[in-house]
């Protein structure tokens, strides 16, 4: 069955403080992975798709990259706009998500 | 208007009422998607619509009834829920299923209370 397991559940830094967020799949067949960032009282925003170990993606603060078994989420020089819900799923068939990664950044 | 667009926002109701949750896309997708949202939980799909055939049911209890009349719209409608239902309800949709890796596209749900 496929499975989708993000880490940490919840996440704190200060302003400027690089960290990573990390997602675990088993899923056979991948068509896509996909990260998404959630606001309070808004529905998931998509932010990147990577279909391939070894591929990256970027934008502003936050890069993506994928492995066979799991993708990390590096956010570099995070500030207090970057604090949201950090969602990853994966397509195989349907899109499977994970429970997300609760990101606070202090000022 | 662009993106997803759901309503109400939020909605209160009692075990014995009926209601129904709208969605509209103004993107030009085939595939429109109902997933319940709860409080630490990953999203669960319930239905999946393509070209506006049900093409998934996520063993979703009766009591959840969704209409699909076109590529556009797509309705939810609830009857008769119990308490363990309320939790946010979000729609979205993408270019289509069979699509590979295509994303999807929220709108902001609609916070569901049931009392």
């Known amino acids: 069955e496929d499975q989708v397991t993000q880490s940490p559940e919840a996440l704190r830094l200060q302003e400027g403080e690089s960290s990573s967020l990390n997602c675990s799949y088993t899923?056979?067949?991948?068509?896509?992975l996909f990260w998404y960032r959630q606001d309070p009282g808004k529905g998931p925003e998509f932010l990147f798709t990577?279909?391939?170990a070894g591929e990256e993606k970027e934008k502003e603060r936050l890069k993506a990259t994928l492995t066979k078994k799991e993708s990390f989420l590096h956010i570099t020089a995070p500030k207090p706009e970057d604090s949201a819900t950090y969602l990853c799923?994966?397509?195989?068939?349907?899109?499977?998500f994970g429970a997300g990664t609760r990101l606070t950044v202090k000022p | 208007e662009t993106g997803v667009t759901q309503t109400p926002r939020h909605l209160v109701m009692g075990m014995t009422n009926k209601k129904s949750l709208k969605c509209e896309q103004h993107?030009?997708?085939?595939?429109m998607y109902w997933y319940k949202q709860s409080a630490k939980k990953p999203l669960e799909l319930m239905f999946v619509?393509?070209?506006?055939?049900?093409?998934e049911n996520n063993s979703v209890p009766s009591r959840f009834s969704p209409e699909c009349p076109n590529s556009s719209h797509l309705f939810l409608h609830l009857h008769t829920l119990q308490p363990e239902d309320s939790a946010l309800y979000l729609c979205?949709?993408?270019?289509?299923?069979?699509?590979?890796?295509?994303?999807?596209?929220f709108g902001n749900g609609t916070r569901l209370t049931v009392t």
């Open positions: 979205a949709s993408s270019q289509d299923t069979g699509g590979y890796g295509s994303p999807l596209h």
């Open positions: 899923v056979s067949g991948l068509r896509g």
């Open positions: 990577l279909y391939s």
């Open positions: 799923a994966v397509q195989a068939g349907d899109m499977r």
């Open positions: 993107l030009g997708h085939n595939a």
């Open positions: 619509y393509n070209f506006k055939e049900q093409t």
